[in-house]
DNA sequence: GCCAACGTTGGC
DNA sequence: GCCAACGTTGGC
């Protein structure tokens, strides 16, 4: 089993959308980066669990927990013409995108903030942290996810 | 294969 | 809105 993080800017996909969904399930497409689309075509399995990163807003952090909800298969917003993910470098017969669904998992009590974060010792190695890193996707360590959850489910930081 | 130009990400 | 970091593109 693996972890992960994964980013998203609320304003256009946030984890109140993913639970709103009917299925709470979504297809994670957009991803245009190579070493993201090798993270869900490669590694991923069904059931690993995912931290659910809110990017872009304030204050940026960790704000539930998800899952890997399906086989990675091709990214059908590149053959899309009226996508603005559109990619004509991308066909059905030899798709570049590759993506899976995420499903909610479970509700965090609150977020944890990426200052919290950058406090908490556990969390010193973690590759989303690192200077410079802008990756969507990033694996993280059983310790690493488990120390975010349980910051999460206190009811306020350092309690 | 090099690298300058350009585009995007994302914290602030 | 700024800008550092970094990925991609394309000329050579």
Redesign the pocket.
């Known amino acids: 089993m693996n972890y992960w993080l994964m980013?998203?800017?609320p304003d256009a996909f946030s984890f109140e959308d993913l639970k709103a969904r009917p299925k709470q399930t979504e297809p994670w497409d957009?991803v245009?980066?190579?070493?993201a689309r090798n993270f869900m075509r490669d590694a991923m399995k069904v059931g690993d669990p995912i931290l659910f990163?809110?990017?872009?807003?304030?204050?940026?952090g960790v704000v539930g927990i998800a899952q890997v909800a399906s086989e990675p298969y091709p990214d059908p917003t590149a053959f899309d013409k009226k996508s603005k993910y559109h990619d004509p470098?991308s066909d059905p017969v030899k798709p570049r995108w590759i993506l899976v669904d995420v499903a909610f998992k479970a509700d965090l009590k609150r977020l944890v903030s990426?200052?919290e974060m950058?406090t908490m010792p556990e969390l010193s190695e973690m590759r989303a942290l690192?200077?410079?890193?802008?990756?969507?996707i990033t694996p993280v360590t059983k310790d690493e996810f488990q120390a975010i959850k349980k910051a999460g489910m206190r009811k306020a930081p350092g309690t």
Request: a positive charge; proline letters at 7%.
């Open positions: 980013k998203s800017e957009g245009r980066n190579y070493q990163y809110h990017s872009n807003t304030n204050p940026p470098k990426l200052d950058k690192q200077r410079g890193n802008r990756l969507s």
